[in-house]
């Protein structure tokens, strides 16, 4: 039989929702050629859990651990969005602890995050220890967290405000003696283990590039839109908290070995930026200042004149923003949050429809995006 | 490139489409502008396209249900606008009646629009004209109704399971 | 001979003496190999997911290998919030495990809407009102020990399995039939 006698037909094939490395319950359709993917359609909602429905239902303190509940890997900046907008709707003044407590708990959150998504990541490819090897460096964060608030997952710490509970000497030195066990011997370790390992660059090097233009057109944001090259990032672009006063860098992609705005990229951004929030909460240990650690009165209730605003943060997977209009009560008129990962899996159909891509590298380039879907689906 | 104030943001839309900014609230949290829904797809272009203004990232679409306004029920849509190259910001509001909210689709211009429409027309029931699928995104295919307009009333039971609320 | 008697003391039934140990047999495999069904939802999968990873370990029981698909894996651990949209899909899968089959509902969203539960229009107040659910597991979320506690009694509940008796499955309530 000659080569041209075999018939080959296009598939639809479903992925998902239930597929372990769609990070929860995505689903995509796909119409393939044999391994290549020629088209493909994303379906979310799966998890739609109607945050903003709640939100008009409870009033504005109510609301917060809702908030920890849409992306569950990072729940301190997303009580750290929501409170900052409500804060800045009312005018509340957030006491100077509070503000360096905050950065120390957020930028752990944000370390936290990066080892699941690393340690996902390296599952999706096929490489199963570092998925290990992260989760026993998370739980030494989610130990302190919950020394800290009690709770391992859905903190609801940060509140309209202040933070909930005084940060301790003893957690302080925890969180130093964390720092000095991490930075730089364990993530150096996360370098030779995944980072350079000739099959992993090979998986992710020059797959699932977004150009920088697409990239800011689809609204990717954070680590994302940052391994394209675009040196986006909220902590410095429209600093909130105190970060202007503290020292770090905005880690790009360069396409070191592939093309900018590859996996591999986007990869590494997450990796590098582990150095900088441990840099950070190291700044912020040295010189966190004596004082109240909340605005007792913010506690009690607070009921924000008639008004409206948006105000944006920087979360692990990028633009966390609310957008809360007031009608003079103490019940939200409307929340609205903007997710980050929802914009980020929009731009996935693009890509397959853009580039060739195989059916095995849709997986990595999911896992590249790095998606919560609590987040996607609210 | 340069960061601009509002004022300055306003007088640049102005010199272009002068009729287009039906109002101005700058003594709010945020300034917002508000913008005739005809005219919103000209302006969204010239948010983008204008070196000055920049407005390349689309940062969130917001529908809110007011059916108890003076002037009549109103759904609005609002628009916030961001630059990566000039670090400003644009909060742009279109005002729809809530009787028939139809406002024209942005997807052209920033392709992010695309979901964040889908999802606005999923909770609220704003109709984006000239949307290239517009259909429920969040909530089942065959859900009715819009969560978020104010008179919604939950199912008692969808395809047979119940809906019990306590 | 007397261990064995006294194990069945039903005279009716004395003689099927091999069938009770083969049984406890069965039993004692099944139940220190339980391949759990990779089913993440929502926050609760994140502590399932530490539960099978380096500190709390769950292999150290014998049920470490999380299956990818329902037609290898004898639990279900239903965790994080089922919507409406997915409920569906639960059913479905529910009817791809092979019997014996056992669900597990981890977190105060499967069990009755947790946080959900007066605002989610959207979200399912229980999974047991679509699948059969044997162990509950509270919390929001559920520590990574509560999970291997209900694991255990899960076991516990597989210990008491009979080859020939169905009788556990069929008294168990109506489940709805997606339309
Ligand atoms: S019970 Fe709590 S932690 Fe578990 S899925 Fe529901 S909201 Fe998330």
């Given at each position: 039989?000659?080569?041209?006698?075999?018939?080959?037909?296009?598939?639809?094939?479903?992925?998902?929702?239930?597929?372990?490395?769609?990070?929860?319950?995505?689903?995509?359709?796909?119409?393939?050629?044999?391994?290549?993917?020629?088209?493909?359609?994303?379906?979310?909602?799966y998890?739609h859990?109607?945050?903003?429905?709640?939100?008009?239902g409870?009033?504005?303190?109510q609301?917060?651990?809702?908030?920890?509940r849409?992306?569950?890997?990072?729940?301190?900046?997303?009580?750290?969005g929501?409170a900052?907008?409500i804060?800045?709707?009312?005018?509340?003044?957030?006491?100077e602890?509070?503000?360096?407590?905050?950065?120390?708990?957020?930028?752990?959150?944000?370390?936290?995050?990066?080892?699941?998504?690393?340690?996902?990541?390296?599952?999706?490819i096929?490489?199963?220890?570092?998925f290990?090897?992260?989760?026993?460096d998370r739980?030494?964060i989610?130990?302190i967290?919950e020394k800290?608030?009690?709770q391992?997952?859905?903190?609801?710490?940060?509140?309209?405000?202040?933070?909930?509970?005084?940060m301790?000497?003893?957690i302080l030195?925890?969180?130093?003696?964390?720092c000095?066990?991490?930075?730089?011997?364990?993530?150096?370790e996360?370098?030779?283990?995944?980072?350079?390992?000739?099959?992993f660059?090979?998986?992710?090097?020059?797959?699932g590039?977004?150009?920088?233009?697409?990239?800011i057109s689809?609204?990717?944001?954070?680590?994302?839109?940052?391994?394209?090259?675009?040196?986006?990032d909220?902590?410095?672009?429209?600093p909130?908290?105190?970060?202007d006063?503290?020292?770090?860098?905005?880690?790009?992609?360069?396409?070191?070995?592939?093309?900018?705005?590859?996996?591999?990229?986007?990869?590494?951004v997450r990796?590098?930026e582990?150095?900088?929030?441990?840099?950070?909460?190291?700044?912020a240990?040295?010189?966190?200042?004596d004082?109240p650690?909340?605005?007792?009165?913010?506690?009690r209730?607070?009921?924000?004149?008639?008004?409206?605003t948006?105000?944006?943060?920087?979360?692990?997977r990028?633009?966390?923003?609310?957008?809360?209009?007031s009608?003079?009560t103490?019940?939200?008129y409307?929340?609205?949050a903007?997710?980050?990962?929802?914009?980020?899996?929009s731009?996935?159909?693009?890509?397959t429809?853009?580039?060739?891509v195989?059916?095995?590298?849709?997986?990595?380039i999911?896992?590249?995006?790095?998606i919560?879907?609590?987040?996607?689906?609210? | 490139?340069?960061r601009?104030?509002?004022?300055q943001?306003?007088?640049?839309?102005?010199?272009?489409?002068?009729?287009?900014?039906?109002?101005?609230?700058?003594?709010?949290v945020?300034?917002?502008?508000?913008?005739k829904?005809?005219q919103?797809?000209?302006?969204?272009?010239?948010?983008?396209?204008d070196?000055?203004?920049?407005?390349?990232?689309l940062?969130?679409?917001?529908g809110?249900?007011?059916?108890?306004?003076?002037?009549?029920?109103e759904?609005?849509?609002?628009?916030?606008?961001?630059?990566?190259?000039?670090?400003?910001?644009?909060?742009?509001?279109?005002?729809l009646?809530?009787s028939?909210?139809r406002?024209?689709?942005?997807?052209?211009?920033?392709a992010t629009?695309?979901w964040h429409?889908?999802?606005t027309y999923?909770?609220?029931?704003?109709?984006?004209?000239?949307?290239h699928?517009?259909v429920?995104?969040?909530c089942a295919?065959d859900w009715?109704g819009h969560?978020?307009?104010?008179d919604?009333e939950?199912?008692?039971s969808?395809?047979g399971?119940k809906?019990?609320?306590? | 001979m007397?261990?064995?008697?006294?194990r069945?003391p039903?005279p009716?039934?004395?003689n099927?003496?091999?069938?009770?140990?083969?049984d406890?047999?069965?039993?004692?495999?099944?139940?220190?190999?339980v391949?759990?069904?990779?089913?993440?939802?929502a926050?609760?999968?994140?502590?399932m997911?530490?539960?099978?990873?380096?500190?709390?370990?769950l292999?150290?029981?014998?049920?470490?290998?999380?299956?990818?698909?329902?037609?290898?894996?004898?639990?279900?651990?239903?965790?994080g919030?089922?919507?409406?949209?997915?409920?569906?899909r639960?059913?479905?899968?529910?009817?791809?495990m092979p019997?014996?089959?056992?669900?597990?509902?981890?977190?105060?969203?499967?069990?009755?809407?947790?946080?959900?539960?007066?605002h989610?229009?959207?979200?399912?107040?229980g999974?047991?009102?679509v699948?059969?659910?044997?162990?509950?597991?509270?919390?929001?979320?559920?520590?990574?020990e509560?999970?291997?506690e209900?694991?255990?009694?899960?076991?516990?509940?597989?210990?008491?399995?009979k080859?020939?008796?169905?009788?556990?499955?069929?008294?168990?309530p109506?489940?709805?039939?997606?339309?």
């Amino acid at each position: 039989m000659t080569e041209a006698k075999i018939r080959t037909e296009e598939m639809l094939l479903n992925m998902g929702p239930q597929h372990p490395s769609t990070h929860g319950v995505f689903r995509v359709v796909v119409r393939t050629d044999g391994e290549l993917i020629l088209e493909s359609q994303s379906h979310i909602g799966y998890l739609h859990r109607c945050f903003e429905k709640c939100a008009e239902g409870n009033n504005y303190l109510q609301v917060v651990p809702y908030t920890d509940r849409m992306d569950y890997l990072c729940a301190m900046m997303n009580n750290w969005g929501y409170a900052a907008s409500i804060e800045k709707l009312t005018g509340i003044e957030v006491p100077e602890r509070a503000e360096y407590i905050r950065v120390i708990v957020a930028e752990l959150n944000r370390v936290a995050s990066h080892l699941l998504a690393f340690g996902t990541y390296g599952l999706d490819i096929g490489a199963i220890t570092p998925f290990l090897y992260a989760f026993r460096d998370r739980e030494r964060i989610l130990k302190i967290f919950e020394k800290l608030c009690g709770q391992r997952l859905n903190y609801s710490y940060v509140r309209i405000g202040g933070v909930t509970f005084d940060m301790t000497d003893e957690i302080l030195s925890d969180i130093e003696a964390f720092c000095d066990y991490f930075d730089p011997k364990i993530i150096d370790e996360y370098d030779n283990l995944l980072s350079y390992n000739g099959i992993f660059i090979s998986r992710t090097a020059n797959v699932g590039v977004i150009p920088a233009d697409l990239a800011i057109s689809y609204g990717v944001t954070g680590p994302s839109l940052r391994g394209s090259g675009v040196p986006r990032d909220l902590r410095r672009d429209a600093p909130y908290g105190i970060y202007d006063r503290l020292e770090f860098d905005v880690p790009v992609g360069s396409g070191e070995m592939g093309q900018v705005g590859d996996c591999w990229d986007r990869y590494m951004v997450r990796m590098r930026e582990m150095r900088q929030s441990i840099r950070l909460v190291r700044q912020a240990i040295k010189d966190i200042p004596d004082g109240p650690f909340c605005d007792k009165k913010a506690f009690r209730g607070v009921k924000p004149k008639a008004g409206e605003t948006y105000k944006k943060v920087e979360g692990a997977r990028g633009e966390v923003g609310f957008y809360v209009v007031s009608d003079g009560t103490n019940i939200p008129y409307r929340v609205k949050a903007r997710a980050p990962s929802f914009c980020n899996i929009s731009i996935l159909d693009k890509l397959t429809s853009m580039s060739d891509v195989m059916l095995a590298d849709l997986v990595a380039i999911i896992g590249s995006l790095d998606i919560v879907l609590g987040e996607v689906d609210r | 490139m340069a960061r601009l104030e509002i004022g300055q943001i306003i007088a640049v839309l102005k010199e272009k489409l002068p009729e287009a900014v039906s109002e101005e609230v700058l003594d709010g949290v945020d300034p917002v502008i508000v913008v005739k829904a005809e005219q919103w797809a000209a302006v969204a272009e010239l948010c983008r396209d204008d070196s000055r203004l920049g407005f390349d990232l689309l940062s969130c679409i917001t529908g809110v249900d007011y059916p108890e306004r003076e002037e009549g029920a109103e759904i609005e849509v609002i628009y916030n606008l961001d630059s990566t190259a000039n670090l400003h910001e644009l909060t742009v509001k279109v005002k729809l009646p809530r009787s028939d909210p139809r406002v024209a689709s942005v997807e052209g211009t920033w392709a992010t629009a695309d979901w964040h429409e889908r999802e606005t027309y999923d909770l609220v029931g704003v109709i984006f004209e000239g949307h290239h699928n517009l259909v429920r995104i969040l909530c089942a295919d065959d859900w009715v109704g819009h969560p978020l307009r104010k008179d919604y009333e939950p199912p008692d039971s969808f395809h047979g399971i119940k809906n019990v609320i306590y | 001979m007397t261990e064995i008697e006294n194990r069945n003391p039903d005279p009716l039934t004395k003689n099927v003496v091999l069938m009770t140990a083969v049984d406890d047999i069965i039993n004692a495999t099944r139940a220190n190999s339980v391949w759990p069904l990779t089913f993440g939802l929502a926050c609760c999968a994140i502590e399932m997911m530490a539960t099978g990873a380096a500190k709390y370990d769950l292999d150290r029981f014998g049920s470490g290998p999380f299956r990818g698909t329902p037609r290898q894996s004898d639990l279900m651990v239903v965790a994080g919030t089922v919507t409406h949209k997915m409920a569906p899909r639960v059913k479905r899968l529910y009817d791809q495990m092979p019997e014996p089959k056992y669900v597990i509902a981890m977190g105060g969203c499967v069990i009755r809407g947790g946080p959900y539960v007066k605002h989610g229009y959207h979200v399912v107040k229980g999974v047991d009102l679509v699948i059969p659910v044997d162990v509950y597991i509270p919390g929001c979320p559920p520590r990574p020990e509560a999970l291997l506690e209900g694991i255990f009694k899960v076991q516990k509940l597989m210990k008491r399995e009979k080859i020939l008796d169905r009788t556990r499955r069929t008294t168990k309530p109506e489940v709805y039939q997606p339309v």
